[in-house]
């Protein structure tokens, strides 16, 4: 009820409108009406105030809107009024108005209308069908909805688009589903409309859009066969038997494709249909496949098959095909023995043999023995029946002689799907009073003998007569044997005359006697035969007659005269009604010499020949059916298999007959006849060629049934037997087809069954002739234009559409050889494609044209011939190249670099190429493709492939082309070979540590950096590039072997201590890009302790030094002159020594093995830390009397003080070895050094001779072992002398992150300088922050380097980008030295510096505020405590301390800056505790703990200072160059020797110092200070005078200082005595001078590369009385 009430309420709150305490309706509208009608609506008002409220209103001024009399209306509070308002439309339009209401508290109104009707049809704007493929179609379907009254509705569409329905009527808020279909004719895009007319003219148009494609199929697999896209080969198949083989077809497009499959139907060979496909058409999805099923059923044995089917894509014109094959296996029956020779055996008795019948092969067949044994002396155990496959049966055969004659039986065993088996029996029956001649099988090899020679038509005593006399002899006619005929003619032959294939001896006229419908009653039916004698002697017939038979002959026995007949009357004596008779009369015909055996011999001897007569009949009565044969057979249609005209063909055919028996009143059912097949198929033959096919009949029933074939008319087809009754078994029916014209032959074969029922088989056969289908008969080939020289192949192929194998031959003209034909002969199976290939090869230029003949025949048939005519042209050719000459630059060795070149063949004929490839020992170039044919006026692109083998520069390789023997440069391809170079440049410390300290010499050994840049210039191995960076592993827990090995040593640091981060910059010093990567041992699957080269340093509970080492990135590639920063890491995380094998492994480049190390120490533990066991002193000049001193740095890494000694026993052995001469010695052998300090151990090297000295010192570090190092000294004769120089690069690489400053340089090299002399060199600072920083120079990072350094300005300040001049000075020295000493600049952020003062400042305020107050903290007053536990509570006067102790005195290791590194030790003292005991936190934290703020850490720049100090009168350079305080020595015994000076020299001093002066001398406030040096109460250059002098030497110093005799005469060899006082003041002054004015260039305040500008100047006439200043100066310039 709530929810009815809430949408009562939102229904009255949208139809409704309130006005000051007044509901009423919102608007009435009229939607459907027609003119003439009247409707009425109400205006319901309600007052929903509190009060009672009188309204008045007023009617619409429109005549069709009326209602009644406006009567006030009085409201009371929640009552409602109804207006009735009646609308009277005229004219159909649009009627508008209002009614007015009125009230105290003002007016409202009510709109009123009437609207004609609209229509609204709402459907998609829009239908994307997407794809379709061509010819096929896509629906889709939408609702098309009526949202207002009912309309009429029509679409308007244009192909390919269909809708539907296009027309109709919509109801009243109705719908209907409309259906628009797709179905593109071409594959195009298509955008279109569809336009919807409805209501009065309304229309809304639906935006139609698809894409039609063509479905892209493809079939099958790449066979081998390029004319087919598919074989499928069925291979051998029993007769009988199926087998089953699939084709795929895909349809790889994006489109549904329909397609079709048919077969190809041409000639004759269409009619063996073996290969059957079921479906015919098929719907393939987009991108799926379908696998399509082809079943092969042989109709004809022992016969190839094959056929084509052709595959269509619907809206497609290509075709696919694919090809089938198969072999028909035919039964393969044998008989042994073939010829069985009885005993002789006497009348009455019984002999018996055995026979085998084995079937070979796979298919399963019936076969039937022609041998009725109720009517003859032979007689067979069972002779019908089955044999399956590989199956062997074995028969008995029974001889029973009933008279005392010779008996010899050709005995025909038909077999099904085979040629008939012939089984000869030969037998001899004797009794008491008569013994005929004894036959045996080699009685019956004489009797062919004798056929062969013409002697068998002769009795036996005649044949030895003739063959005695040579003129008998020569008139004998040869005969044909029976044995030497094929099987099927022989089978058909026997009945025939003696004009048949082979000899005739007797002949019966008649082969089957059919007795018809005999009645019972009548006790004898008799017919006539007649037996001819066609030999030459007299013959005695004799009948195996039967007491029981129901056939008798008469009489039994007669002799017959030479080529005379006989008469005999057969005799039917029925013995029983309604049945049927069929029995197989059998006669034995010999010659009468043969009835004594001792009328022949064995050259005499004739065997005996038998005739049979099959004999039928019926005792049905007149009014009795005759028994129901129920047949089934397994063919109804007999196809033959082809034959040449005039030559017979046989074909079998089997039926399985089954009868019933019927009572006289029992009406029989309906016969029943089933068929696996609609046609039986001969085999093809040739004209006048016999082909034959075989029927099996058989009777599956209890009653026999009596068969009879009508007879052909044409005479085309024979049956043998043509009738014949089956008892229990079946009959094997042979046909025979024999037509001498070419064309395919069609029979209905009538079988009488039971004399009234008929069957009727289809026999098919063809006589063929050889045709054969070419392309295009009659056209020519016409092959493309052809290079000289060259060849050119095509296909011409040529199909058999016959059904015979088909032999094709070429004939060979000499006349032309430029054409070929390959091969030359084939033989072609029916329905088969052969494909011969023409080879043109032209050898002039020139057109060509030739007809080439050709015949096709069978072997027994007449040649078909046929030609051919082919066509094509010579041409020259030649090739060019775009671009010839290629360069590749610089490629790396080992990879391969490509670039693409064209081939162009300006000519129409094809041109043969081969290329050539120049052999080169630094190079290797390969070509895509080295040779091939490159079409007429084609071009083709070339890959060119550059491979350098080995380092090289201007590598040339040639690439020649040859056509037909004849070579040209082609192409020259140009390159260099190099490694990839990478080199490390710059190694600096990351974060602020022991490292940050340690100068950049220090890091670079550290990191074996020399060695490592070292390895990478060499060239790798070839066992280095082997393998890739993706590739590069070994077996599990085999060691890696290289010989590039070096340490990366991280130095030592305290534990738990921050981590040591070195930045190594590795830079491509290369022509070509350089990729990288660091392989860790999990990278190499390798275990650590395996490739460790010793397991010493393992032990058990070693933690993995993978966790330990880090490089950031492993991996990268860096361009030619770009550089990489790698960060080395190492983690102090555990106490001890860490070691990592690391390979660097570089791409085609080497591999360098690193062993990365790092040490970890415990608190107090000494550790003095060597980058090498081993140092090499310079080299010394033999007999120097003065050697340098030369430095060992001994490196303190622990966090204590460490004492060292060096033991002098090796040097006192050197010296004794040495004659007592020192060659080596110590200065200090005892020092002590700082913590994370270097000892420098000076050591004096005085060589005796030019060798290399090598000493193993031991030094003796206190609280830990002693260690050994080898010094290396080289002495060498003073031309070789030279000092060793560390290739550390003196600029810095890359900037760090957070870097303030850069120095200019990071190195300085004084060279060689005197003792007593000083040198200086400038350098700049640069500010590259945004921030002001202060920087500071510490001197005094050894106790030597204070001593013979010094750095000026000491400190200052730089602004953000600012930079400043650096002076660093030797200092002189008196003794030899050689150093290689570190400076370092600190630099700190003076913002940050600020910060940390105010932060200081705060934490001293909160020190003192918080001693001089305190915080109550205790929540709640506690209770007074008792005496007892408040004197607990007090602690004992030793505890209670006013004042602290100081922290006890240690020796700390200053800071590179005399800064503390660490923080002084807190102790926290209070009145509860004792001195250094810790205070509980938790406890006794206060409430606000102040920190105190550590300093900011100041970035450090390390410069390298270095040089040697030589003995000044070993000295060889210019002394004068150096300053020489005059204290130290007489420069007077040093005067360098005068030398001349070039031109050159002269020009570039007088030129510099020439605009100097002139700058100077422009300058005004110059020309003032010059003026007023009158006015100095000191003179300027007094000050350089001592204090003793006197005033008159002041005044010659005065005189002397006013002018300055400077000469520079490049003409004259004299140099001026110079004061040497005053040339050091000009010194300096020029120094300062080029300072700032260096100074001024850094801050870009002065342009040195601006162009001078001259200024003009009056001159000016000097004041008298002063001096002149252009005097002296003029002689300068």
């Known amino acids: ?473 020569t008139k004998l006619v040869p005969g044909v044997s029976v044995a030497n005929i094929p099987a099927p003619s022989q089978y058909f032959g026997l009945c025939q005359l003696a004009d048949e294939q082979f000899t005739m001896h007797v002949s019966v006229d008649l082969e089957s006697l059919n007795f018809g419908k005999c009645p019972v009653y009548q006790h004898v039916h008799h017919k006539n035969i007649t037996v001819t004698n066609h030999t030459k002697g007299r013959v005695t017939v004799v009948w195996n007659d039967r007491q029981d038979s129901p056939f008798t002959v008469l009489p039994t026995e007669i002799d ?199 069957i009727v088989f289809t026999l098919l056969a063809s006589v063929e002739t050889p045709t054969v289908i070419t392309p295009n008969p009659g056209s020519t080939l016409h092959f493309t234009p052809q290079a000289v020289g060259s060849f050119t192949t095509q296909n011409y192929c040529v199909q058999n559409t016959s059904r015979l194998p088909l032999s094709l031959e070429w004939k060979t003209l000499p006349t032309d050889d430029s054409f070929d034909i390959s091969p030359m002969s084939s033989v072609i199976k029916p329905n088969n494609k052969e494909v011969f290939e023409v080879t043109f090869c032209p050898k002039e230029d020139k057109l060509y044209r030739w007809t080439r003949p050709f015949s096709v025949h069978h072997e027994a048939s007449q040649r078909e011939k046929l030609s051919v ?28 670099s490509k670039k693409t070149v064209s081939l162009i063949n300006p000519n129409s004929c094809d041109a043969p190429y081969s290329l050539l490839i120049e052999e080169t020992r630094n190079c290797v170039a390969i070509l895509s493709k080295t040779s091939g044919i490159l079409a007429g006026y084609g071009r083709e692109e070339l890959q060119v492939s550059f491979i350098p083998i080995e380092e090289a520069t201007d590598c040339v390789i040639k690439i020649y082309c040859q056509l037909y023997h004849k070579s040209s440069l082609l192409l ?108 860790f041992p999990e990278d190499l699957n390798l275990d650590i302790v395996t490739w460790a080269e010793s397991e010493e340093s393992y032990a058990e509970d070693y933690v993995d030094p993978s966790e330990c080492f880090s490089i950031e990135p492993r991996e990268g590639t860096i361009e030619p002159g770009k550089k990489q920063s790698l960060i080395f890491t190492y983690k102090h995380h555990t106490a001890g020594r860490n070691e990592l094998p690391i390979l660097l492994k570089v791409l085609q480049g080497r591999e360098l093995f690193l062993q990365m190390r790092g040490v970890t120490l415990a608190n107090n533990k000494v550790y003095p830390q060597f980058a090498h066991f081993s140092h090499t002193l310079n080299p010394i000049r033999i007999g120097s009397v003065n050697p340098p001193i030369q430095y060992y740095e001994l490196y303190n890494g622990s966090e204590c003080s460490m004492s060292y000694e060096v033991l002098t026993d090796s040097l006192d052995q050197l010296t004794r070895d040495n004659h007592n001469c020192q060659i080596l010695s110590c200065l200090l052998p005892i020092g002590r050094v700082q913590p994370h300090s270097v000892a420098q151990i000076p050591f004096v090297f005085s060589p005796l ?191 209670l301390n006013k004042y602290h102790t100081l922290p006890p005195i240690q020796a700390v290791a200053p800071a590179p800056l005399d800064r503390p590194l660490k923080s002084p030790r807190e102790y926290c003292c209070s009145r509860t505790r004792k001195h250094g005991e810790v205070q509980d936190r938790k406890k006794k934290a206060p409430i606000t703990e102040e920190v105190k703020p550590t300093p900011p850490q100041p970035f450090y720049l390390h410069l390298r200072v270095t040089g040697q100090i030589k003995d000044i009168q070993e000295f060889c350079g210019d002394i004068s160059t150096y300053t020489i305080p005059y204290t130290a020595i007489d420069m007077a015994e040093f005067v360098a020797p005068i030398r001349e000076v070039d031109s050159s020299e002269n020009n570039v001093v007088t030129g510099v110092l020439g605009n100097i002066l002139k700058s100077l001398l422009e300058d005004v406030d110059i020309h003032d200070a010059i003026r007023n040096l009158e006015k100095e109460p000191i003179p300027y250059f007094l000050q350089l005078q001592p204090d003793s002098v006197d005033t008159s030497t002041q005044e010659e110093a005065t005189e002397e200082t006013s002018e300055i005799p400077v000469k520079v005469d490049p003409t004259k060899d004299a140099h001026p005595e110079v004061n040497r006082k005053i040339a050091s003041v000009i010194a300096d002054i020029l120094d300062e001078t080029l300072g700032n004015i260096l100074q001024e260039s850094t801050q870009k305040e002065l342009v040195l590369t601006a162009r001078p500008r001259t200024i003009a100047l009056p001159p000016r006439t000097p004041p008298s009385g002063k001096m002149s200043l252009l005097t002296p100066f003029s002689t300068l310039t």
Not at 637 to 651: E, G, K, T, W
């Open 1249 to 1439: 001779e030019a060798k290399i000295y090598a000493v193993d010192i031991k030094i003796m570090v206190l609280g830990d072992k002693t260690y050994t190092i080898t010094l290396f000294g080289e002495g060498v004769r003073e031309c070789s002398e030279a000092r060793m120089v560390t290739n550390i690069p003196v600029k810095q690489a890359i900037l760090l992150p957070n870097q303030l400053a850069v120095l200019s340089h990071e190195a300085v090299d004084f060279d060689a300088i005197p003792t007593f002399a000083s040198a200086e060199k400038i350098i700049f600072l640069t500010n590259t922050s945004n921030e002001n920083v202060t920087f500071r120079w510490n001197t005094a990072t050894t106790a030597i380097s204070n001593e013979m350094v010094s750095v000026a300005p000491q400190t200052g300040m730089l602004h953000p980008k600012s930079s400043t001049l650096i002076q660093v000075r030797v200092k002189p020295t008196p003794a030899p030295a050689i150093m290689d000493l570190d400076v370092i600049c600190e630099i700190t952020d003076n913002s940050k510096e600020e910060d940390y003062h105010m932060k200081v400042a705060k934490y001293r305020h909160h020190l003192e505020e918080s001693r001089v107050t305190f915080t109550i903290t205790e929540d709640r007053q506690k209770s007074p405590a008792t005496p007892g536990e408040l004197m607990d509570s007090w602690k004992s006067a030793s505890t």
């Open 972 to 1079: 020259t391809v140009r390159g260099s070979g190099t490694y990839p170079k990478l080199s490390f440049v710059d190694i600096r410390s990351l974060v602020p540590g022991t490292l940050s300290t340690a100068s950049k010499k220090r890091l670079w050994d550290l990191f074996s950096l020399d060695l490592l840049n070292k390895y990478l210039k060499d060239i790798p191995e070839p066992k280095e590039l082997r393998h890739l960076m993706e590739t590069r592993s070994n077996a599990r827990n085999k060691s890696v072997k290289t010989k590039a090995l070096a340490a990366v040593d991280f130095g030592s640091n305290s534990l738990s201590s921050q981590s040591s981060k070195v930045m190594v910059v590795l830079q491509n010093t290369g022509n070509v890009s350089a990729s990288f990567r660091f392989l």
């Open 869 to 896: 005519t082919f066509s094509g042209k010579g041409n020259y050719p030649t090739l060019t190249c775009t671009p010839d000459e290629i360069d590749f630059s610089i490629a790396v060795v080992g990879r391969e």
């Open 1 to 473: 009820n709530e929810y009815k009430s809430y949408l009562r309420c939102i229904r009255m709150a949208t139809l409704h409108e309130s006005y000051k305490g007044i509901l009423s309706t919102k608007q009435i509208t009229w939607h459907k009406w027609k003119p003439g009608g009247e409707y009425t609506k109400v205006i319901k008002i309600k007052n929903v105030d509190t009060k009672t409220k009188l309204i008045k209103y007023k009617t619409p001024q429109n005549r069709c809107f009326s209602t009644k009399y406006p009567e006030p209306i009085t409201l009371v509070s929640g009552n409602t009024a109804s207006i009735p308002i009646t609308f009277r439309p005229l004219e159909k339009e649009l009627y508008e108005d209002e009614v007015e209401f009125y009230t105290k508290t003002g007016r409202f109104s009510v709109n009123v209308q009437a609207v004609l009707p609209q229509y609204s049809l709402e459907f998609p704007q829009n239908i994307n069908f997407s794809s379709s493929g061509v010819h096929q179609s896509v629906s889709k379907r939408f609702t098309l909805i009526n949202r207002s009254i009912e309309t009429y509705f029509k679409w308007s569409f244009d192909s390919p688009f269909i809708v539907e329905p296009n027309m109709g009527l919509l109801p009243e808020k109705g719908d209907c589903d409309v259906i628009i279909t797709f179905s593109p004719h071409h594959a195009l895009a298509y955008d279109s409309k569809a336009i919807l007319s409805y209501g009065n003219g309304e229309y809304k148009e639906v935006h139609l859009s698809g894409l039609g494609k063509h479905p892209f199929v493809i079939v099958g697999d790449t066979p081998e066969d390029e004319e087919v896209d598919e074989v499928l080969d069925f291979g051998n198949v029993c007769i009988g038997k199926s087998a089953t083989r699939t084709f795929p077809i895909r349809n790889v497009s994006g489109v549904d494709a329909r397609v079709f499959i048919s077969r190809e139907r041409n000639g004759t060979a269409s009619l063996d249909e073996v290969f059957y496909c079921k479906r015919k058409e098929f719907y393939i999805p987009s991108n799926t496949d379908i696998d399509v099923k082809v079943e092969f059923i042989p109709s004809i044995e022992d016969k190839d098959y094959i056929d084509y089917f052709t595959v269509t894509t619907e809206g497609l014109p290509s075709q696919s095909f694919v090809k089938c094959l198969g072999y028909s296996v035919p039964p393969e029956v044998s008989l042994s023995p073939t010829v069985i020779s009885f005993k002789y055996t006497e009348v009455g008795k019984q002999t018996s043999h055995f026979i085998n019948l084995r079937n070979g092969s796979e298919a399963e067949t019936s076969y039937q023995i022609l041998l009725d044994g109720s009517e003859s002396v032979f007689s067979v155990e069972k002779p019908c029946g089955y044999l399956k496959p590989l199956e062997e049966v074995q028969l008995l055969v029974t001889f029973t002689p009933h008279r005392p004659i010779p008996h010899h039986r050709r005995v025909t065993i038909l077999v099904h799907r085979q040629e008939p088996l012939f089984l000869d029996l030969m037998a001899s029956a004797f009794s008491e009073d008569l013994r005929p001649a004894r036959l045996s099988a080699e009685s019956l090899v004489w009797v062919r003998e004798k056929i062969h020679k013409g002697l068998s038509m002769y009795p036996p005593e005649l044949q030895q007569i003739i063959a005695t006399t040579p003129d008998d002899t």
């Open 560 to 758: 017959i005269q030479p080529l005379k007949s006989a008469s005999f009357r057969v005799n039917f004596s029925p013995q029983k009604p309604n049945q049927f008779y069929g029995v197989s009369l059998e006669c034995s015909c010999f010659f009468k010499e043969l009835r004594d055996a001792r009328l022949v011999s064995d050259e005499t001897i004739s065997s005996p020949w038998t005739l049979t007569v099959y004999c039928s009949a019926e005792t049905f009565d007149m009014d009795q059916e005759p028994f129901l044969p129920r047949i089934y057979t397994d063919t109804s249609q007999v196809l033959f298999p082809p034959c040449l005209p005039d030559q017979p063909v046989y074909r079998t055919l089997t039926v399985y007959c089954s009868a019933e028996t019927f009572d006289m009143d029992q009406e029989p059912f309906l016969p029943r006849i089933y068929t696996d097949t609609s046609q039986v198929l001969f085999p093809p033959c040739l004209p006048d060629q016999p082909v034959y096919r075989t029927f099996v009949l058989q009777n599956t029933g209890t009653t026999p049934i009596h068969y009879k074939f009508e007879e052909d008319p044409m005479g085309l087809f024979c049956v043998k037997p043509m009738s014949g009754v089956i008892q229990d078994t079946l009959a094997i029916i042979m046909v025979r087809f024999l037509a001498n014209q070419a064309k395919m032959y069609r029979y209905q074969l009538a079988c009488i069954l039971n004399t009234k029922h008929k």
